[in-house]
C-alpha cells in the first residue's frame, strides 16, 4: 500500500518557464509534508515544507501548496533553471510519541529542465 | 561542516556473504534512520532509533539488523544479502524535537554478485 505516490515519473521543462510536480498521499494522519531534491550520487537534500494547518509556502522560486480535501500537494518552481534539473521527491510525515518524525516517501519525479 | 556521512560509497558482496553499511553524523541527532531505495522507486524506511530505542518496520525482513553503539555511529547489517537486496542505502538523521528535518547521507549503493 504506497500512502505517497508521484504519478509523474519525468518531467520535462523549458528554461523560464513554470514546473509543476504532484504529489498525492492517502494517510490523513500526515501532518507534515516536504519536498526533496536529489543529484545523481548525492542524498537527497530537503528543498521545501508546508504544516498540515497551512495550504501554501513559498521559499523563493519554489512554492508549495497544499489540498487536504483532495490529499494532494504540487511543488511549483517558478522560473525553472537548468541547474533545477534532478529528482524531486515528495514525503510526508507523522509524529509518533517517543519515536520521532517518520517520513513516507514517494518514487520521484525526474526534473528536466531545457535551456 | 556537521553532516552524515556514509561508508563505503559502493559495496560490492557475494550472495549469501554478510555485509555491514555504516553511517555516521556530526550533527548531534537523536533519531537515525536507514531506508532502502531500488531503482525508480521511493525509497521505503526499513528502521530508525530514537536515541536506543530501535523502531522496526512492520514490512522489514529479518535479514535486515541494525546497531547503534552511540549517538554518532549506526550500522546496517545485512546477515544473507541475496540479489534482490542490491539497491541504494540511505542513512538520514533529524532532530525529534524538529521532527522531520533529515539530513542524508550520500548513500552507499550495494551490488550483490
Known amino acids: 500500500d504506497q500512502q505517497v505516490k508521484q504519478n509523474s515519473p519525468s518531467l520535462s521543462v523549458q528554461e523560464g518557464r513554470i514546473s509543476i510536480l504532484n504529489c498525492d498521499y492517502t494517510n490523513s494522519m500526515f501532518d507534515y509534508f516536504l519536498w526533496y531534491k536529489k543529484y545523481p550520487a548525492e542524498g537527497p537534500t530537503f528543498l521545501i515544507s508546508i504544516s498540515s494547518i497551512k495550504d501554501k509556502n513559498e521559499d523563493g522560486r519554489f512554492t508549495v501548496f497544499l489540498n487536504k480535501s483532495a490529499k494532494h500537494l504540487s511543488l511549483h518552481i517558478v522560473p525553472s533553471q537548468p541547474g533545477d534539473s534532478a529528482v524531486y521527491f515528495c514525503?510526508?510525515?507523522?509524529?509518533?510519541?517517543?519515536?520521532?518524525?517518520?517520513?513516507?516517501f514517494g518514487q520521484g519525479t525526474e526534473l528536466s529542465v531545457k535551456p | 561542516d556537521a553532516m552524515v556521512i556514509q561508508n563505503p560509497r559502493y559495496q560490492v558482496t557475494q550472495f549469501g556473504k554478510p555485509v555491514t553499511l555504516s553511517c555516521s553524523q556530526t550533527l548531534n541527532h537523536n533519531v537515525m534512520y536507514w531506508y532502502q531505495q531500488k531503482s525508480s522507486q521511493a525509497p521505503k524506511l526499513l528502521f530508525h532509533y530514537y536515541d536506543k530505542d530501535f523502531n522496526n518496520e512492520a514490512d522489514t525482513p529479518d535479514n535486515f539488523q541494525s546497531r547503534r553503539p552511540n549517538t554518532s555511529f549506526c550500522f546496517l547489517d545485512i546477515r544473507s544479502p541475496g540479489l534482490g537486496d542490491a539497491a541504494m542505502y540511505l542513512c538520514?538523521?533529524?532532530?525529534?524535537?524538529?521532527?522531520?528535518?533529515?539530513?542524508f547521507g550520500s548513500g552507499t549503493r550495494l551490488t550483490v554478485v
Open positions: 514525503a510526508a510525515g507523522h509524529m509518533i510519541y517517543n519515536q520521532g518524525g517518520k517520513l513516507i
Open positions: 538520514a538523521t533529524s532532530r525529534a524535537a524538529t521532527g522531520y528535518g533529515y539530513t
